[in-house]
């Protein structure tokens, strides 16, 4: 294991625990996941169900503006309940994936950025910067004919901000199914009608005056919203 992952590992409970106190203070329901794994380790948070909103809406920009990720995502079909022992095998999960959506996540920390940025078990605490996201096209995941070399292309008041192709780690599945597989949730585990996020496919990029933003996944569709 590396070094920042076990540094990772010893705090994620503690980070943990306050996402699912904050949620039951503030009575939020999860409507979906964040996923990553930084350094190795399996970190999730989630994303509140009032904050993830249709293709065409708008947000009011905070001050320090937006972070923009564009996201290939799926939904669940079936519960995924925590089964320590018995790790879920990649097809498995793969079953259970309803449909692709393209999307936009909106990051806005609650703590300062800078300096000094917020170190990991704030971060995973405060959702992972989680402020919004944006559920555009989306296909039944049989009808995905390319999981691995897809193209994306997304755009900012018209103009092409980057184009890329396939996930930057090769398989998009591969944090879902780490987060899936890790036992310490206390939610209870991944569950129907959620929303699943696979990490960035672009460079993270701050938006911090009003802007509308659009992005393509190829084979998926489109989403746009607008934010200022």
């Known amino acids: 294991m590396p070094v920042g992952a076990a540094a990772h590992a010893l705090v994620r409970s503690d980070s943990m625990a ?19 794994t930084p350094d190795g380790v399996a970190a999730f948070a989630p994303m509140f169900a009032e904050n993830i909103r249709p293709s065409g809406s708008a947000w009011p920009i905070p001050q320090e503006g937006f972070l923009v990720e564009i996201e290939l995502a799926f939904t669940l079909k079936s519960d995924l309940p925590l089964r320590p022992g018995r790790p879920y095998a990649r097809d498995e999960v793969l079953a259970v994936l309803d449909h692709a959506v393209v999307g936009v996540e909106l990051i806005a920390s609650r703590f300062e950025k800078s300096p000094p940025a917020a170190p990991f078990p704030a971060w995973l605490a405060d959702n992972m910067g989680n ?35 396939g996930h930057p780690l090769g398989d998009p599945l591969a944090p879902i199914v780490a987060c899936i597989n890790d036992q310490d949730n206390p939610f209870g585990g991944f569950k129907a009608g959620q929303l699943v996020t696979t990490g960035s496919l672009t460079t993270p990029k701050v938006f911090d005056a009003p802007v509308k933003l659009s992005a393509m996944i190829e084979g998926l569709g489109e989403v746009s919203l607008s934010i200022g």
């Open 18 to 36: 306050v996402q699912a106190a904050v949620a039951r203070e503030l009575g939020a329901s999860v409507g979906g996941w964040k996923v990553a």
């Open 131 to 165: 402020a919004g996201y944006i559920t555009g096209a989306a296909i039944p995941v049989s009808a995905m004919k390319d999981m691995v070399g897809f193209r994306t292309v997304y755009r900012a008041d018209g103009v092409v901000q980057q184009e890329v192709v």
